[in-house]
């Protein structure tokens, strides 16, 4: 059996390829989960921070990244949550921002993140770019998203909250 060592910046490339599994079209690393990599002789240890406590999506992405370093001949993953400090909108790439709007949510405006009670205003439509946005439920799919309506072209859509 041929055992295949890689480094820190190797496997934070492989997981790179991780997608969120509630906004698919980002990466753990984009979004900012994916915190680190730890290489010792007994194995891998990825450390990561989910966007909440009690994330639902926490157990599908450690499934995934066992998955993908196994493929790689990786057996020892070991996965811990790190959680403070709490995750923070501000780890996410612009990359990931504009994705998000591309894919119809309103990402988090750095600007508007100063308070967890913004007014509609500070919500861009990802549709049709419209400040004339308001709130229909504080939740949207999951607890980091909030479900909108945009006045001007009329589409629902959700948007990714700031903390």
């Known amino acids: 059996m041929v055992i295949t060592t890689y ?29 680190d990599v730890v290489v010792s ?6 450390l990561l ?32 949550l790190i959680y403070s400090p709490a995750w923070s909108t501000d780890w996410m790439s612009d990359e990931a921002k504009e994705k998000m709007r591309k894919y119809g949510i309103a990402p988090p405006a750095h600007s508007s ?13 990802p549709h049709c770019s419209s400040q004339d946005t308001e709130m229909i439920s504080r939740f949207g799919a999951t607890a980091c998203k909030a479900l909108y309506k945009c006045n001007s072209c009329k589409e629902p859509f959700e948007y990714f909250k700031c903390h």
């Open 7 to 35: 480094s820190k910046e190797e496997i934070l490339e492989i997981l790179s390829a991780i997608a969120d599994p509630e906004i698919p079209v980002v990466s753990i690393q984009e979004i900012g989960m994916l915190r």
């Open 41 to 46: 002789e007994d194995g891998y240890e990825v």
């Open 49 to 80: 921070t989910p966007t909440y406590t009690g994330c639902p999506a926490m157990g599908i992405i450690e499934a995934d990244i066992k998955a993908i370093l196994q493929e790689k001949g990786i057996a020892s993953v070991k996965v811990t």
């Open 113 to 125: 993140c100063g308070s967890i009670f913004k007014t509609e205003q500070e919500v861009v439509c």
